[in-house]
C-alpha cells in the first residue's frame, strides 16, 4: 500500500513557476514509477510527466515539454513536478500516482492516486 500527498499548489500569474511535491507513504517507493496527471474543470483528467523507479527515464505531453520537469528523490519518498512559464491553460487539480509496473502514460495503468493539489492561473 503506497499513500500519496501532493502539495505546492496555488495560484499563479504568467509566466510564473510553482514545484509541486508527492510525498509516498511506505518503504517501497524506490520501486514505483511515478507520473503526474492534471484535470481541468470539464474535461477529463490527462497525462502530464512521468519517471520510471530509478529517474532514468522520464515522459511528458507535448503541452508540457520543455517547460515542466519531473524529477524524484528516493531517499525522501518524493516526486515533483517543477512547472515553469506557467499558462492559462494549466489551471487544473495535479494528480500525483504510483505505478508498481512500469513508467507510462496511461492513468488506468497506476495503482495508487494522491488526492490533488490545486494551480489556478491569476490574471
Known amino acids: 500500500q503506497v499513500q500519496l500527498v501532493e502539495s505546492g499548489g496555488g495560484l499563479v500569474q504568467a509566466g510564473g513557476s510553482l514545484r509541486l511535491s508527492c510525498a509516498a507513504s511506505g518503504r517501497t517507493f524506490s520501486s514505483y514509477a511515478m507520473g503526474w496527471f492534471r484535470q481541468a474543470p470539464g474535461k477529463e483528467r490527462e497525462f502530464v510527466a512521468a519517471?520510471?523507479?530509478?529517474?532514468?527515464?522520464?515522459y511528458y505531453a507535448d503541452s508540457v515539454k520543455g517547460r515542466f520537469t519531473i524529477s524524484r528523490d528516493n531517499a525522501k519518498n518524493t516526486v515533483y513536478l517543477q512547472m515553469n512559464s506557467l499558462e492559462p491553460e494549466d489551471t487544473a487539480v495535479y494528480y500525483c500516482?504510483?505505478?508498481?509496473?512500469?513508467?507510462?502514460?496511461?492513468?488506468?495503468?497506476?495503482?495508487?492516486w494522491g488526492q490533488g493539489t490545486q494551480v489556478t492561473f491569476s490574471s
Open positions: 519517471i520510471s523507479w530509478s529517474g532514468g527515464s522520464t
Open positions: 500516482a504510483a505505478n508498481a509496473r512500469s513508467i507510462t502514460r496511461i492513468p488506468t495503468l497506476y495503482d495508487y
